[in-house]
């Protein structure tokens, strides 16, 4: 199947510095991008969609100057997390949809911040 | 989209068939019903999706009832790896759809 990757896998970083967590879609070109994170035990929680060439699209709660996110091309998009804080550690991972759709969303291995 | 009841937990022997229900009474027509799994400390691997027939491939079945009401999703040997969160996801049809994940099953399979 379609490979996303993220990068890095981990990241641990001090309060009030901001983070770049990157998802690439390797084998495809993906016009859209989503953004998620979960908290331990809990289920995944959209944070965004991200269009290529475009702004993102926000889920309501999400506040989109601390969760900055770009997708400069159809194999990239990135999510910085800044002026994070301990509240912020977390695991967040990227899905990509494929241009060529068959209804497949794939999911990157995710990256777990923890904030000090 | 529409919610999704799945049961919190379920075990399985290891080697018989696992069956997960999932209950999606408020589905809409343009629907598709999505199941994925989650390993702990991973990202969600897709298993297969279906909007109205049944649906087979290399990981799993997905039987869908006439009414679409709910659904199945069947691994038909479990293994020891297959221990994982399963989530089943109502999503409408289009590239940029969202997927929203619901708080899916824990599914053990016991030695």
Redesign the interface.
């Given at each position: 199947?379609a490979v996303?990757s993220?990068h890095p896998s981990r990241v641990i970083c001090k309060s009030g510095t901001s983070v770049k967590i990157e998802c690439r879609s390797l084998d495809f070109q993906a016009?859209?991008m989503?953004w998620?994170r979960q908290f331990p035990k809990q289920?995944?929680?959209?944070m965004a969609?991200s269009?290529e060439g475009s702004k993102a699209t926000y889920e309501q709660g999400v506040e989109k100057d601390k969760f900055l996110i770009n997708h400069a091309s159809l194999t990239l998009s990135t999510l910085t997390v800044t002026s994070a804080h301990p509240e912020d550690s977390s695991?967040y991972?990227c899905?990509a949809?494929?241009?060529l759709?068959t209804?497949?969303?794939?999911?990157?291995?995710?990256s777990?911040l923890t904030v000090l | 989209d529409a919610k999704t009841t799945q049961p919190p937990s379920m075990d399985c022997a290891e080697g018989r068939a696992a069956n997960l229900p999932c209950n999606h009474s408020t589905i809409s027509g343009n629907e598709?019903v999505y199941w994925?799994r989650?390993i702990h400390?991973?990202?969600?691997?897709?298993i297969i999706?279906g909007l109205k027939n049944n649906e087979t491939n290399e990981m799993a079945s997905l039987i869908i009832t006439e009414d679409r009401k709910s659904s199945t999703l069947i691994l038909p040997h479990a293994t020891l790896r297959d221990t994982a969160v399963y989530?089943c996801i109502v999503r409408s049809?289009g590239?940029?759809n969202?997927?929203?994940?619901?708080?899916?099953t824990l599914l053990a399979v016991q030695p």
């Open positions: 199947g996303v993220q016009t859209t989503f998620y289920s995944l929680m959209l969609t269009n695991f991972i899905s949809v494929n241009l759709f209804g497949e969303l794939f999911f990157g291995e995710g777990r | 598709y994925y989650q400390s991973q990202g969600p691997q897709y999706h989530y049809g590239a940029t969202k997927l929203i994940f619901g708080t899916g």
